[in-house]
């Protein structure tokens, strides 16, 4: 199971970390990722990171902006997002698969094994 949480509303330009705390199994050797989903809008992937941390990847959206991390000893992910903008309102789902960095394709949302709840960022300008 994933709980994702650190949402909320904030005006642009400003600063917000997600989490996402797994439990009932242990992720460390996950792929572990972030997507969102806007209104009316796909689901969208946003960033990834290996299960060593070596590797991350991110749309180009957001690259500069947001940084995904995680400490496997606490089994969590994060997503540090700065300088928000607008646009990057949506809600935000934390996912995990087992493949491995190369075992899917990290931007199919429909190839990811297991999903959070999500939680809202809105973004006011």
């Known amino acids: 199971q994933l709980q994702a949480s650190g949402g909320g509303l904030v005006q642009s330009g400003a600063s917000l970390r997600l989490s996402c705390a797994a439990s009932g199994r242990t992720f460390s050797t996950y792929v572990m990722g972030w997507f969102r989903q806007a209104p009316g809008k796909e689901r969208e992937f946003v960033a990834a990171i290996s299960w060593s941390s070596s590797t991350t990847d991110y749309t180009d959206s957001v690259k500069g902006r947001f940084t995904i991390s995680r400490d496997n000893a606490k089994n969590t992910v994060y997503l540090q997002m700065n300088s928000l903008k607008p646009e990057d309102t949506a809600v935000y789902y934390c996912?995990?698969?087992?493949?491995?960095?190369?075992?899917?394709?990290?931007?199919?949302?429909?190839?990811?094994?297991?999903w959070g709840q999500g939680t809202l960022v809105t973004v006011s300008s």
């Open positions: 996912a995990a698969e087992r493949r491995g960095w190369y075992g899917i394709s990290r931007y199919d949302f429909a190839q990811w094994d297991y």
